[in-house]
């Protein structure tokens, strides 16, 4: 597609919202179709690797290191991608990243051997971290004034995609357990395909406009180490118990769902597209009530909310209650990050937007560090409820880091906060 450097953003109407999809920016539409595809196979991943691990006789206590080792990586290479996605352009910077994961998952998936898996999680680290920090500057820059839509947008696909995918993830080991020896191998064969499905969202990213940036000579590390911005701090302050709450029980669930509340995989994969509904009903009316309340307000009672929905989720060893919970938990947290994403994108200094979003990468995946090592230890010594007590207590935290923050200037005021954009 032509160089489109210099193509001026498309203004947008802040009254509707619910404008037609066909009328959003070309490079919205293509980077939608590529969130489709990566997160159908992130879905299937996120359903089966676990118990594919646990089938080949790998300890929990390893699970939790090789969960470990991806955010780790992610939390170091994500101000060095922040720094080359501005200097080289967010289409690289997609595709780049994409090929890598896809071709990490695939190695993961393709051989039991310890030291490949360890190797390859790390490798998905070092990339991963680029799908979050290039997406709030690029739908930014492709958004026009209404960020808001155009998040939700993305979101409603991430979550629509992903929670299908939980559900394939979730009905194919039993559908296909007749064809091959054991279930080691119908994990793997089914990991693979996942792998094999990431990658081919590789093409759309090669659809988008080159954007290689006019002023790359003026960046520099300043606004992501030594002239960090005091938003940005704050951010990532309270995006490290973001991270922390929600990987607690979000990377544990399918052990939780099986082992936990001894039910199986299928009901698993069925919560996980019950999941569906919520969470675009709340992305659709979310917005809708920012204009009344404001992006803060509606960003913290989500934060208290997840954490009493966290403490349900492991209260009780029934399926149906602790599921619903779950629901629950992923759908107000769904939103929570949306609204969230708005909120620093539009608080922050245009010159401070990646650094930003690298710092809530990097927090991010520092709480999901934690939460792994903490989460392996717990799972081997079946002490499940602990791991919905330190989901529910985290965003709580949260919440109330937000109110110390940002709630002098913000919680008083009943319109959206403006920032230099």
Same mark, same amino acid.
């Given at each position: 597609?032509?160089?489109?450097?210099?193509?001026?953003?498309?203004?947008?109407?802040?009254?509707?919202?619910?404008?037609?999809?066909?009328?959003?920016?070309?490079?919205?539409?293509?980077?939608?179709? %590529?969130?489709?595809?990566?997160?159908?196979?992130?879905?299937?991943?996120?359903?089966?690797?676990?118990? #594919?691990?646990?089938?080949?006789?790998?300890? /929990?206590?390893?699970?939790?290191?090789?969960?470990?080792?991806?955010?780790?990586?992610? =939390?170091?290479?994500?101000? /060095?991608?922040?720094?080359?996605?501005? $200097?080289?352009?967010?289409?690289?910077?997609?595709?780049?990243?994409?090929?890598? !994961?896809?071709?990490?998952?695939?190695?993961?998936?393709?051989?039991?051997?310890?030291?490949?898996?360890?190797?390859?999680?790390?490798?998905?680290?070092?990339?991963? =971290?680029?799908?979050?920090?290039?997406?709030?500057?690029?739908?930014?820059? #492709?958004?026009?004034?209404?960020?808001?839509?155009?998040?939700?947008?993305?979101?409603?696909?991430?979550?629509? %995609?992903?929670?299908?995918?939980?559900?394939?993830?979730?009905?194919?080991?039993?559908?296909?357990?007749?064809?091959?020896?054991?279930?080691? @191998?119908?994990? $793997?064969?089914?990991?693979?395909?996942?792998?094999?499905?990431?990658?081919?969202?590789?093409?759309?990213?090669?659809?988008?406009?080159?954007?290689?940036?006019?002023?790359?000579?003026?960046?520099?590390?300043?606004?992501?180490?030594?002239?960090?911005?005091?938003?940005?701090?704050?951010?990532?302050?309270?995006?490290?118990? !973001?991270?922390?709450?929600?990987? =607690?029980?979000?990377?544990? *669930?399918?052990?939780?769902? !099986?082992? #936990?509340?001894?039910?199986?995989?299928?009901?698993?994969?069925? *919560?996980? !597209?019950?999941?569906?509904?919520?969470?675009?009903?709340?992305?659709?009316?979310? /917005?809708?009530?920012?204009?009344?309340?404001?992006?803060?307000?509606?960003?913290?009672?989500?934060?208290?909310?997840?954490?009493?929905?966290?403490?349900?989720?492991?209260?009780?060893?029934?399926?149906? @209650?602790?599921?619903?919970?779950?629901?629950?938990? $992923?759908?107000?947290?769904?939103?929570?990050?949306?609204?969230?994403?708005?909120?620093?994108?539009?608080?922050?200094?245009? &010159?401070? &937007?990646?650094?930003?979003?690298?710092?809530?990468?990097?927090? #991010?995946?520092?709480?999901?560090?934690?939460?792994?090592?903490?989460?392996?230890?717990?799972?081997?010594?079946?002490?499940?409820?602990?791991?919905?007590?330190?989901?529910?207590?985290?965003?709580?935290?949260?919440?109330?880091?937000?109110?110390?923050?940002?709630?002098?200037?913000?919680?008083?005021?009943?319109?959206?906060?403006?920032?230099?954009?």
């Amino acid at each position: 597609m032509a160089n489109k450097k210099n193509k001026p953003v498309r203004k947008t109407d802040k009254n509707n919202w619910f404008k037609p999809v066909r009328s959003l920016d070309n490079n919205i539409k293509i980077y939608f179709l %590529a969130v489709l595809l990566t997160n159908l196979g992130f879905g299937i991943i996120s359903a089966d690797f676990n118990l #594919y691990i646990l089938s080949m006789g790998i300890s /929990p206590d390893f699970l939790g290191i090789v969960l470990a080792l991806t955010p780790l990586a992610q =939390a170091f290479a994500a101000i /060095p991608l922040g720094f080359l996605a501005e $200097r080289f352009g967010n289409r690289k910077a997609f595709i780049l990243v994409n090929i890598v !994961v896809g071709i990490s998952y695939f190695l993961r998936a393709i051989t039991p051997n310890r030291a490949l898996i360890l190797f390859a999680s790390f490798l998905l680290g070092t990339v991963q =971290a680029g799908y979050f920090i290039v997406k709030m500057p690029f739908i930014s820059r #492709y958004s026009g004034e209404n960020k808001d839509r155009e998040f939700t947008y993305s979101s409603i696909i991430f979550f629509t %995609a992903l929670s299908a995918g939980n559900w394939i993830g979730g009905i194919l080991p039993a559908a296909l357990a007749p064809f091959f020896p054991d279930e080691t @191998i119908v994990f $793997r064969v089914i990991l693979v395909a996942a792998a094999l499905l990431i990658l081919s969202a590789t093409i759309p990213f090669y659809l988008l406009d080159k954007d290689d940036p006019g002023d790359s000579q003026n960046i520099s590390l300043s606004p992501y180490l030594k002239g960090m911005d005091a938003n940005t701090v704050r951010f990532a302050g309270i995006q490290f118990f !973001v991270g922390l709450g929600l990987a =607690a029980l979000m990377l544990f *669930m399918n052990i939780i769902f !099986v082992f #936990y509340y001894s039910s199986n995989l299928e009901a698993f994969g069925l *919560m996980s !597209v019950i999941l569906i509904i919520p969470s675009i009903f709340l992305l659709v009316v979310g /917005p809708l009530l920012t204009k009344r309340f404001n992006n803060f307000r509606i960003v913290l009672l989500t934060r208290v909310l997840g954490g009493i929905f966290a403490l349900l989720t492991i209260l009780t060893t029934n399926p149906v @209650i602790g599921g619903s919970a779950y629901i629950m938990f $992923r759908a107000v947290l769904g939103l929570s990050g949306t609204l969230w994403l708005s909120f620093a994108s539009t608080v922050a200094t245009r &010159r401070s &937007r990646t650094a930003t979003s690298a710092w809530l990468e990097i927090t #991010y995946q520092v709480g999901f560090v934690v939460a792994s090592i903490l989460g392996g230890f717990l799972i081997a010594r079946e002490s499940y409820p602990a791991l919905g007590i330190i989901s529910g207590l985290s965003f709580l935290t949260a919440g109330l880091l937000m109110v110390l923050f940002f709630g002098r200037k913000y919680f008083p005021k009943s319109a959206a906060p403006s920032g230099d954009s």
